[in-house]
């Protein structure tokens, strides 16, 4: 595909989130010492300053925070408009992603979402916001 997107910099302290996304999971970095959840993945905790750190698996419910429609400039890796979505996770922490299948005339602050994963530019797999569906435990 011809595209002007950048190729994902991957580094020693981001590298555990886009395994986890090729493998479905949607992870969050928590401070070793304090657990204070952080996003995006950093190698110190803003709260105490430790190094140290584990990961804990996202529900991947979360909230529609605010959102933004991309008219221009247009890249072959997406279609338009582009809808992108900054979301609160029910963990506490947000996240940015575009949003699939549904109308900009139907989105809502607060309505609720959930991350799927699919295939970006350069063949990554990144996060992607759609419709919550009702899981079985919830009916
Ligand atoms: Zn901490």
Request: hydrophobic share 35%.
């Amino acid at each position: 595909m011809r595209t002007a997107v950048p190729r994902l910099v991957v580094t020693q302290d981001n590298e555990f989130w886009f395994r986890a996304a090729r493998e479905g999971r949607l992870e969050i970095q928590r401070c070793a010492d304090c657990h204070t959840l952080r996003h995006p993945p950093a190698p110190a905790c803003p709260e105490c300053r430790s190094f140290d750190w584990d990961t804990v698996e996202s529900s991947r419910r979360c909230t529609l925070h605010s959102y933004t429609v991309i008219h221009h400039p247009r890249d072959d890796a997406f279609d338009y408009p582009l809808v992108v979505g900054l979301v609160d996770l029910e963990e506490g922490t947000r996240l940015v992603a575009d949003v699939s299948g549904v109308d900009r005339e139907e989105l809502e602050f607060g309505m609720e979402l959930e991350v799927c994963f699919a295939e970006h530019a350069h063949g990554e797999i990144l996060p992607r916001l759609r419709r919550r569906e009702k899981r079985e435990e919830e009916r």
